[in-house]
Every structure is written in structure tokens, then in C-alpha cells.
């Protein structure tokens, strides 16, 4: 991942309008900091949602950085915002699911939990190989 972000900074030093370049960049940084390998930050995420403010994958990874600051407010502002903009993603249910849950917001939570198995079609990537019954009612 590391090493893509140099391709895509590289990508950006010599077309500064390459908006793909852009898009790159948070895949990056997000999974960097999803597995822990550096602290929140994601300036290259705000400059992606700058050029392509109506992507819904660019809105809620925004979220998910103030998600991993602990500024669970703030993610939930933007999460919700993605859902607004498609609300059948189900990355953004996911997510916005368990910003609930880090603020003890459990039944909020566990709807959207319930609306991420929904709308996957129960998709084993959503809800598991053993699906949880506290979030799908198959």
C-alpha cells in the first residue's frame, strides 16, 4: 500500500487534475489506517471528496477517518451524509453501524447493521458465514 501511494503522489506531482490519482490515494491511506499501520489523517481524502464530491466511496471514507480518531460525531455527521447522497451502499450501513455502537447508540447500531444484510442480500462478506440473529432475521 505504501508503495501505491508513491505511485499515485507520483501520478498527482505530474498532473496535478488526474482525479484517479486522487481516488487512489484514500484506498490507500483508509487501509493503512483500517489495519493500524498509521494514525488517522486522510488530507489526501479531503482532496479527493474536493474533486469528486458526489462519490460515496471518497464521503465515507472521510467518515471513517474521523471514525478513527474517536470522533465518532463527526463520522456519523459524514456517514450519514453518504447514505443521504445512496442509500443503498451498504459500506456506509456497515460503518455507521458501528460509529453507533462506539457511542453506545446499540438499537441505531444494530438497524443499520440490519440494513447493510439487507440490502447485500445476505451477502457472506456483510453478514458472515454464520450470520449473527442480533442483526439478520434471515
Not at 37 to 50: N, V
Not at 111 to 121: D, F, I, M, N
Request: charged content about 25%; some cysteine; aromatic content about 14%.
Amino acid at each position: 500500500m505504501r508503495k501505491a501511494v508513491g505511485y499515485f503522489q507520483e501520478a498527482i506531482d505530474k498532473d496535478h487534475n488526474y482525479s484517479l490519482a486522487y481516488d487512489g490515494l484514500p484506498d490507500c491511506w483508509v487501509a493503512l489506517g483500517w489495519y493500524g499501520y498509521l494514525s488517522p489523517r486522510r488530507r489526501e481524502a479531503e482532496r479527493a471528496r474536493e474533486l469528486d464530491p458526489v462519490s460515496n466511496i471518497i464521503n465515507t471514507w472521510v467518515g471513517s477517518r474521523y471514525y478513527f480518531a474517536r470522533q465518532y460525531d463527526k463520522a456519523i455527521e459524514q456517514y450519514r451524509t453518504a447514505v443521504e447522497m445512496d442509500p443503498a451502499f451498504v459500506p456506509v450501513h456497515l460503518v455507521l453501524g458501528q460509529a453507533y455502537a462506539q457511542k453506545q447508540m446499540y438499537q441505531e447500531a444494530i438497524a443499520e447493521l440490519q440494513r447493510a444484510v439487507t440490502l447485500s442480500g445476505h451477502s457472506p462478506g456483510v453478514c458472515g458465514r454464520s450470520c449473527p440473529r442480533v442483526w439478520c432475521r434471515r
